[in-house]
């Protein structure tokens, strides 16, 4: 089974996403926001010259972005999900979402990222 989550910052954006949604059980994952400018880099592992590019080359809504993702991730790990799907609030589901994704199955079964 295929665990579904929205990333949305606000209720607005949710709002959107539920206007438009045509799947069931989706889990509203709301974006981490950091209150300051600054992202607390001490909590990565990565070597000097990652952190000094992507603190020069990444804004905070991208930050914030990325960071919510790997908590849907993390959070999809924890809880032993063997599928998810992530969504943003402005996607457009096509008219046969519903079909197309069934013929997609064994695509999506068999590989890591689509």
């Given at each position: 089974?295929?665990?579904?989550?929205?990333?949305y910052?606000?209720?607005?954006e949710l709002?959107?996403?539920?206007?438009?949604?045509?799947l069931?059980?989706v889990i509203p994952f709301?974006?981490?926001?950091?209150e300051?400018?600054?992202?607390?880099?001490?909590k990565i592992?990565?070597?000097?010259n990652?952190?000094?590019?992507?603190?020069?080359?990444?804004?905070?809504?991208?930050?914030?972005?990325?960071?919510?993702?790997?908590?849907?991730?993390?959070?999809?790990?924890?809880?032993n999900?063997?599928?998810?799907l992530?969504?943003?609030?402005?996607?457009?589901?096509?008219?046969?979402?519903?079909t197309?994704?069934?013929?997609?199955?064994?695509?999506?079964d068999?590989?890591?990222?689509?």
């Open positions: 089974m295929i665990k579904k989550f929205v990333l910052q606000n209720n607005e709002n959107r996403f539920n206007q438009f949604n045509i069931d059980d709301k974006s981490k926001m950091y300051n400018n600054t992202y607390p880099y001490s592992n990565y070597n000097n990652y952190n000094n590019y992507y603190k020069s080359k990444l804004n905070i809504n991208q930050l914030n972005h990325l960071t919510s993702i790997k908590y849907i991730i993390e959070n999809s790990i924890d809880n999900y063997d599928s998810i992530l969504l943003e609030y402005d996607v457009y589901f096509h008219k046969n979402f519903n197309l994704f069934k013929n997609y199955k064994n695509l999506i068999n590989n890591d990222i689509i």
